[in-house]
């Protein structure tokens, strides 16, 4: 279920850019059918199970219908590059939770299970801006992997502390997407190199 | 059989790019090589089998010797974007071909059997454009990835039908080279979204 | 050993780019880490066992700990460019070596086992560099990927011979370590091709 709902934000989220590019109509598809299914095949060849976008023809389904609905509604969009980002962000939240949850559950250590929820987390995106030659959003200044690696963090505790019912799991993803909401705002950020490297 | 000429026809595309951007030997070989074998690869990790590109030393040495002759024997081909484009379509069909049906026969459901099959066949070109910093030719205009997957739908078809024999199977990839080909020619492409975008 | 040693180093020479590139701290963190681990994941993926580097802890706290190391020290790293490219000579020798052999171990034949132990040396660099908006290290005119192949083909020639103790495989490191070094220096490189192509 998060699992869909996270496909279907970062289709949307990967199909409003490909829109704001340019690209006709099976561009927009593809670029939404990578952004939504690119972080869990990671996460699939990682934990080795067959990447279940392949295997369950609702994930590539969800992932087309998405874009193609922000392919004909995009005119409603008003200020796409917001709506961007706060699909971005719920996407991110929805699959650093399924990712690491899931990976934690066929047995990967705690430390690895985060770097693979982060990975699916961010996967998409990332395949996103490098298929559109953006600036990866993960290179940005504003936290964004982070966000993702604490809410991860979060879900291995509540699983550790097996307390990992569907409320809590909710919690994290929230935090998640607070986290990267208000860094956005507030243009949080890491601190830089102390001097103007080499 | 055709797993083979794919990699012959996409090492040669590969290579005539490289050389376009003036590589020197090693680098026209190893675009090539990328070109090549990247799609397979990808092909064998999703369906879980050991990537035949790396235990079966016919394909690498497919590869290079494709991409070599490329390098020098370039002078003799006369306009290389178009020789380039051929090549590329061959490719894709070929790929398209034997992906989607190695996918059927590990089990893959029809959806995600076509969607690996369209994978083979765009992924060397989409490694080899991201290598180059090209425009990925799947995100340009004229209709790519969309007649991979028509092709692979017919391959699904003719599997489901139970008359996918070595002739009509041939059939799928001529649909394939053919609709890129006039879709080139034709400058065909999907609709484009309807006002300027954000 | 030999592979977290290339972790360390490959995540200085990331970590330094991405210092150049006035990241901020997680940015930093991140390209280190993907450099030092993308071509292990790689690596594992290809050859069907669980990546390394999720499955040990060790393996990411190598690779922020060198990153880090880096963000904080890098105003004495005088000429960082020269320290890049030293410490990246170093990472293609170091996972080479322990790519080829572990892929010879788990059964490869030995042209795949070469080709992956050069996908292991190149890949955490062409990550980066893909991640970075940079020309990828490995089209570039000196002698790098070729290098690494070369020292492949040496480790797979002492499996052979079964003369692949602790100390020739350290040799085959020196040997692409020296090749690289040598080629930088006196800008080795292959031909070109014979006219101004296309």
Redesign the interface.
């Known amino acids: 279920m998060g699992d869909l709902a996270g496909v279907a934000v970062f289709a949307a989220s990967g199909g ?1 850019l490909a ?10 598809a ?2 939404g059918v990578v952004s939504a299914l690119g972080g869990g ?1 990671l996460r699939d ?4 199970r ?2 279940v ?5 609702r994930y ?2 969800t992932a087309v219908v998405a874009s193609l609905l922000v ?2 509604w ?2 409603w ?5 917001r709506v961007i980002l706060l699909l971005d962000a719920a996407g991110l939240a929805l699959f650093t939770v399924t990712g690491t949850t899931i ?1 934690l559950a066929v047995g ?2 705690a ?3 985060c ?2 929820g982060m990975l699916t987390g961010i996967g998409g995106g990332l395949a996103r801006d ?4 953006e ?2 959003v ?2 940005r ?1 504003e ?1 964004y ?2 966000a993702s690696l604490v809410g991860a963090a979060a879900v291995a505790i509540l699983v550790r502390l097996d307390v990992a019912n569907i409320a809590n799991l909710i919690l994290a993803g929230v935090l998640i997407f607070a986290v990267r909401l208000v860094a956005l705002q507030r243009r949080w ?10």
Chains 1, 2, 3 share one sequence.
């Open positions: 409003a829109v704001a590019k340019r690209l006709d109509l099976f561009g927009v593809f670029v095949i060849l990682v934990i080795d067959p990447p976008a392949f295997w369950d023809w590539p389904a392919f004909w995009h005119p969009m008003q200020r796409a590059r990976s990967v250590p430390v690895g299970a770097l693979i490098l298929l559109l030659s600036i990866p993960v290179l200044r936290i992997a982070l950020s890491a601190p830089t190199p102390r001097d103007g490297g080499p």
